[in-house]
């Protein structure tokens, strides 16, 4: 950790993903098993990108001023298959953040069992506020630098945080118009040019699938569990949508501004009104509290409400070590990371030292990617398979990653150690890939 610090000063998100990866691989490379990866110094070798591009993004408001964003790509890795990964356009996007998601991606990507290398990318554009023609505009400039660098057998982006359905129309349509070819290079595309059916849905339902794969292995259920998420786009939204449709009663929901506590749950027809809120008028959570009759707390997240379950689905580092400490008080049994790397490093090791159920996002948060390779499959094949089948391959794959994680995560008296099953199963793979593939 020492020699990644010094290599990569001032990124304190891209350290904190590498640590947790390190401590349960550099245990292992110590062992008879880990002395090849060892020796050839494939752990130092994951950390650094194959390329990283950043670029000038210029682009012109509705009232003719100039406005100047910068723009991203971390190609982490693709000794399993393309480099395959989300763009993010939010204000806080830098280098480390997307050189960590990036790495993260690496290993999620392995997870899923197809064929798929890790990226990330995007910029600190804020599609806030911005009319759709002001996000058009945005997204074509960027669209026209990083083209260079992308391809349906190169590197294959997805949407993010403030890259929805809107975004990826507008990014695939400057692709088309560069390329002059119609190919799948991106996914989340709208199902009228070649998305696929549940891939919207497919982040938030696989946590829920996940979390209920590790229920099960405790000889337990989600049926009757209270749950509390955070965020309320697009991995909350259908996170909530799952928990109800499986029996469970979800009690919040939350936003930059604050959380709602609805102990009543949050219904099929509240949750419809809240995508319309999100998703179409681009409100604030604090007007669910004042349409259903329900508390909202300014300025607050929602970890020290009372629950069975708890689903982070907001953004990065969002529960803290107080946070964890105030679910566990409150009888919470699991957390299931829906946002990528939620939990800091002292609320995860507090879940694993009270052995509480905790999955980390590579793996519970991977039905996303995992969907997204189905898309790249249909468009290859030239398919589209129906609700049912997407969502039946999305349940197989999350059961797989579950029972990788089982595999190398079982530790004494046969508790299983998800953070360290799934480190050590994503490793793996990319490991074995990069020895047979030589000097990489």
Known sequence: MTWVKQRNPNEP???????????????????????AYRDA????????????FMFRVPWMDDQGNYQINRGYRVQMNNAIGPYKGGLRFHPSVNLSVLKFLAFEQVFKNSLTTLPLGGGKGGSDFDPKGKSDDEVMRFCQSFMTELAKHI???????????????????????QYKRIKDHFMGVLTGKSLQYGGSLIRPEATGYGNVYFSREMLKERGDGLEGKTCVVSGSGNVAQFTVERL????????????????IHDPQGVTAEKL?????????????????????????????????????????????NELDE???????????????????????????TLFREHRAMFAPGKASNA????????????????????????????????????????????????????????????FLKVADAMLAQGLV
């Open 151 to 173: 391809g349906a057998y190169t590197d294959v982006p997805a949407g993010d945080i403030g890259v929805g359905s809107r975004e990826i129309g507008f990014l695939f349509g």
């Open 13 to 35: 998100e891209f350290v904190q993903a590498v640590e947790e990866v390190a401590e349960v691989i550099v245990p292992f490379l110590q062992t008879d098993a880990g002395k």
């Open 272 to 316: 419809e009104w809240v995508m319309d809120l999100k998703n179409y008028r681009r409100g604030r959570i604090s007007e669910y509290a004042r349409e259903f009759g329900c508390d909202f707390f300014e300025g607050e997240k929602p970890w020290r409400i009372g629950c069975d379950l708890a689903y982070p689905s907001a953004t990065q």
């Open 244 to 259: 109800i449709g499986l029996g469970a009663k979800v009690v919040t929901l939350s936003d930059s501004s604050g959380f």
């Open 322 to 348: 107080r946070d964890a400490k105030a679910l566990l008080d409150n009888g919470c049994k699991g957390v299931f990371e829906g946002a990528n790397m939620p939990c800091m490093p002292g609320a995860i």
């Open 367 to 426: 039905g996303g990617v995992a969907t997204s390779g189905l898309e790249m499959s249909q468009n290859k094949l030239g398919l589209t398979w129906s609700r049912e089948t997407v969502d039946e391959k999305l349940r197989d794959i999350m059961s797989d990653i579950h029972d990788k994680c089982v595999e190398h995560g079982r530790v004494d008296n046969g508790y299983v150690d998800y953070v360290r099953g799934a480190n050590l199963a994503g």
């Open 41 to 52: 110094k494939i752990l130092e070798r994951v950390t650094e990108a194959d390329r990283i």
